[in-house]
């Protein structure tokens, strides 16, 4: 009977949808109706969360790739990108200030 609740609940709310809050007010229901003992309603719970942190880790790793998939697509400059040319301009700055202090001759003594 539990496999066939599990299932019921997993199918019509969705796993990745599904709250603590929300989880725990279904087993009380069915505790309360007397359909599931309160041992049964704890192994429930415990059952129903960690197949909803399941779904949502799945879930957010499939859209963590098509976001990187999309934004590749886009040629959109990553934040390690930027990070990478502003170390590169600031050297760059430091390269020409040092050229231009070498090039500098100091003033000639007044003739």
Known sequence: MIELIK??????????????????????????????????????????RRRADESKES????????????LQGMQIAKKEDIDMLQAEIAALRQEVAELRAAKEVPPSPAS
């Open 7 to 48: 299932k019921a609940v997993l199918t019509g709310m969705g796993a990745a949808s599904l709250t603590k809050e929300k989880i725990d007010e279904f087993s009380r229901e069915l505790i309360n109706a007397g359909k599931l003992s309160e041992q049964e309603g704890e192994k429930l719970v415990q059952e129903m």
């Open 59 to 70: 879930l957010k790793q499939q859209i963590d790739r098509v976001v990187a998939v999309t």
